[in-house]
């Protein structure tokens, strides 16, 4: 079935649960090699929506803390010449503690495999569904930026997570 573009149903406000910027403190980032893909299920009517979320035997997610609303996160439509058109996600963390631990993690996330980060939104939608989103879940994330400097955002190191370009 080819792929139609139709808009198939309304786009509503929901006057209860009205929009709200942000992210809650804390993230979850894993290597993408540790996600069993083979176990990740959607919702049959929405393919947006993940309904089992799994990781190989043995491995785990890894938390990144934060504080207030330092750390964001985007989505944006990239238009495609020769395919469909997908979207490009960017996680920008900061590392509050620039240690000699801290700085080895990022260092390896330099090496050049792929993260997923799962964020929980302020926005959490009616009984809490919208709360959650998977950045990187289909083609990954890269480190492309890590930066600290000692007279900037009190010391700490800026990161950007980012779908790699001509690969969202």
């Given at each position: 079935m080819p792929c139609e573009g139709l808009i198939d149903a309304d786009i509503l406000f929901d006057c209860d649960n009205s929009p709200v910027g942000g992210l809650e403190t804390d993230?979850?980032?894993f290597n993408e090699a540790d996600i069993d893909l083979d176990a990740i299920t959607y919702d049959a009517a929405?393919?947006?929506?993940?309904?089992?979320?799994?990781?190989?035997?043995?491995?785990?997610?890894?938390l990144?803390?934060?504080?207030?609303?330092?750390?964001?996160?985007?989505?944006e439509l990239v238009k495609k010449e020769f395919s469909s058109d997908k979207h490009k996600h960017v996680f920008n963390g900061v590392v509050l503690n620039v240690s000699a631990a801290n700085k080895k993690q990022i260092n390896s996330m330099a090496e050049g495999t792929k993260y997923v980060a799962m964020i929980d939104r302020k926005y959490k939608g009616a009984a809490n569904v919208e709360a959650f989103l998977i950045l990187g879940l289909v083609s990954g994330l890269e480190?492309?930026?890590?930066?600290?400097n000692s007279n900037e955002n009190d010391g700490t190191l800026q990161f950007s997570l980012e779908s790699t370009e001509n690969y969202e």
């Open positions: 993230v979850l980032l929405n393919k947006d929506i993940v309904t089992n979320f799994q990781l190989l035997s043995g491995k785990t997610g890894f990144l803390e934060g504080v207030k609303q330092i750390n964001s996160a985007s989505s480190l492309l930026t890590a930066t600290w």
